[in-house]
């Protein structure tokens, strides 16, 4: 089977993430998520409205994701997508280039962000 592996907050879930979690599964068959932990977040200077188990369990009911693991570490892809002998590893192109040197274990394959769509935007629009 293909395995197609991505990662993220997925925070505040919007079109966006469900845009790409869609393109990423059309690749396979098999579509694996990690989403940052709480303490990642920290690492990526992000800060999310739900915890990690509230994110979790809401990525794990999108139709088109399989598999949720943790992301604790910028360092654990490489270990991930030879655990999960992943095919292709998936990122939203405002990552474009930033993973290319997984390219010599799997496809590297950026697909175009959703417009007009991001976790600040909804918060700045709401603080308004
Ligand atoms: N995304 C998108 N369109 C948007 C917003 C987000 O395609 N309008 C994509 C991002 O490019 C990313 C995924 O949705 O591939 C998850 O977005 P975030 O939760 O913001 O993830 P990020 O903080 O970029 O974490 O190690 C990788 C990082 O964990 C990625």
């Known amino acids: 089977i293909t395995t197609v592996l991505t990662y993220g907050t997925f925070d505040m ?9 869609k393109r990423a599964k059309s690749l396979g068959d098999y579509l694996i998520v990690g989403i940052s932990t709480d303490e990642f977040n920290t690492l990526k200077s992000k ?13 794990e009911a999108i139709r088109y994701v399989d ?9 654990q892809k ?15 192109s ?3 280039g930033k993973f290319d040197y997984l390219n ?8 175009s962000r959703t417009e007009g769509i991001s976790t600040s935007k909804i ?5 308004q």
């Open 13 to 21: 879930l919007h079109i966006g993430h469900i845009n790409i979690l």
């Open 47 to 59: 800060k999310s409205y739900y915890s990690y188990p509230d994110r979790k369990r809401i990525v």
């Open 67 to 75: 598999k949720v693991i943790p992301e604790s570490t910028w360092e």
């Open 78 to 92: 490489l270990e991930d997508i030879k655990k999960y002998n992943v095919d292709y590893f998936v990122m939203g």
């Open 94 to 96: 405002d990552w474009e």
């Open 104 to 111: 010599s274990y799997c496809e590297v394959i950026y697909l």
């Open 123 to 127: 918060k700045d629009d709401f603080s």
